[in-house]
């Protein structure tokens, strides 16, 4: 079977299983599966062997079953890494590059800086931080030893064992001690009782444990501010990822922070808060 016949064939497949985007699904795992270029899929159109054809049917019986996009390729691109994802650790978001990108506004960039981000999963946050700032130090910590196993293979597929340090720990319990320059993270946030209304990929695949915020999304939240102020330098900020929970606020000024503000992302929803600890 040729490379096009295959990918509507893979296309048809998905849309009776009810995907919503079927033929750019079906051209991202064809392209992300078998290494196809898109000029080479449509100029040469190749034949494929019964292997791959195997594997694009494995592909779609995983995906009928709404396992994620992500996790069947074994990758997502995030602020211009390609990282590895699967099972047991959370597919960063574009929302999150977002958090990067208020980030590194705020981090100094002329003198060698410290960073420190709990919750860090596959390490997306603390590894696209590190690579736009050479001078930094950054050090991430997570509790789960399944998303660690992820973070680890990140780290040494980019290199950055010198400048990235992986703890494993409860948010900044492994950081006692120490001080930062800069925090930052994006905790679970999703009410308890919001997580069954999620999408399939997310509610039936992406650990609970990455996701579950408590009653009110705010109880992880609640612990990084709270604890927050021990380990940030004079002037330091922190910056923390929502789901709408302006009550951040208050809570942030609870804890001593100042300079607080609430950003929107793309969609105007509130996604983010900043804050800093006083001079």
């Known amino acids: 079977m040729r490379a096009l016949e295959a990918l509507r064939q893979l296309s048809r ?45 494995e592909a779609a019986s995983r995906r009928a079953r709404r396992e994620p996009l992500q996790y ?8 211009g890494l390609r990282l590895r994802v699967g099972p047991g650790v959370l597919i960063p978001r574009p929302e999150t590059e977002l958090l990067l990108q208020h980030a590194l506004a705020l981090a100094p960039k002329d003198r060698p800086i410290e960073v420190a981000e709990p919750c860090s999963g596959s390490a997306a946050l603390a590894l696209a931080l590190a690579k736009a700032l050479p001078l930094a130090q950054v050090w991430a910590t997570e509790c789960s030893q399944e998303a660690l196993g992820w973070a680890r293979l990140n780290l040494r597929q ?14 900044l319990e492994p950081l006692r001690g120490m001080s930062f320059d800069l925090l930052l993270g994006n905790p679970p946030y999703v009410p308890t009782g919001k997580l ?54 208050a809570l942030a000024r609870k804890a001593g922070l100042r300079d607080i503000q609430l950003k929107e992302d793309l969609a105007g929803q509130v996604r983010f808060l900043l804050c800093r600890k006083p001079l």
């Open 13 to 57: 497949e998905l849309q009776a299983a009810g995907l919503q985007e079927p033929q750019r699904e079906a051209l991202a795992l064809l392209q992300g599966l078998l290494q196809i270029e898109l000029t080479a899929l449509y100029r040469e159109n190749p034949s494929l062997s019964q292997e791959e054809l195997e594997r694009l049917r």
């Open 72 to 79: 069947i390729l074994g990758w997502v691109d995030f602020a």
């Open 158 to 171: 980019l290199g950055l064992e010198q400048r990235v340090h992986l703890l494993h720990g409860d948010l």
């Open 196 to 249: 069954r209304g999620l999408q399939p990929e997310v509610s039936l695949w992406e650990p609970r444990q990455a996701l579950d915020g408590g009653p009110d999304g705010l109880d992880i939240i609640r612990r990084i501010l709270r604890e927050a102020p021990s380990v940030l330098r004079p002037g330091a900020w922190l910056l923390l990822e929502l789901g709408g929970q302006q009550e951040a606020a």
